[in-house]
């Protein structure tokens, strides 16, 4: 109990990005669907820092820095907010996905819901791009420095093997939750509301400007234009799609 405590008081954001995936969540799916997806997406995410931490996959080797992080909670070695993140980050790709391709995840077939899972696993991935070369300089700023690469890469210090890895866990845990879903429909069955769609690619900007925001106070200008580039060109594209579909 005093780990999550800690954690809770040391890493307040990540728990304020949570406690907002679960309103939303809530609003969209109903308990159920967010349940599910919050305990799968962090078995998920665990398993795969658990994999990487001990063989380098799916994100490349890297190793966390105990010393860095007292009296917070673990799991087998991983830091228990660090997978907890997972469901919320996905969750924000996923519904981005669903808003640009205007899809509600159900009554589709197998090749359109192949392509939103590829879609929110692809915007995860970005967002983690924006995530990861600012995490990677937590010494800077109040994450700490609480890992590293054995083998740093060349964007900003973090491996392509990371960014592989970011997309490989987000289409696992989507891919996972959609087929649930449609093996339980009845017991999965959305919570009926005026969605407000927009909330969704609010929350992903809000996770991404959230970053940009830290990455410029720390006085890193060239991450800081290259990340807010990227969040750029999504909102591009939202704006784009918007236009070109304005009565869905």
Known sequence: MYGLIASVIKRPYVFI????????????????????????GYGIAW???????????????????????PGELMVAGVPF?????????IFAGFTTAAFMLRKKVSGYG???????????AA???????????VAERGAQWFLGEIYYYAHPGWYFGVPL????GWFLVPLAVIAFNMLIWRTAPDFFQPRPCRRAELLYPAFYTGIALFNIVV????????????????????IAFLATHKTLNPKS
């Open 17 to 40: 990005f949570l406690a907002a995936y679960l309103f939303l969540a809530w609003r969209r799916w109903g308990w159920r669907r967010t349940l599910l997806w919050l305990v799968s």
């Open 47 to 69: 398993l795969s820092e658990f994999s990487s931490i001990h063989n380098g996959f799916p994100y490349g080797e890297y190793h966390y820095i105990y010393e860095n992080m």
């Open 81 to 89: 907010f660090d997978s907890l993140s997972y469901p919320f980050l």
């Open 110 to 120: 197998l090749r359109q819901l192949a392509q939103i899972a590829i879609l929110g």
């Open 123 to 133: 915007l995860t991935t970005l967002l983690d791009v924006i995530i990861d070369p």
């Open 161 to 164: 093997t990371n960014f592989a």
């Open 215 to 234: 990455t410029f106070w720390i006085g890193a200008w060239k991450l800081g234009l290259c990340s807010s580039g990227i969040l750029l060109l999504v």
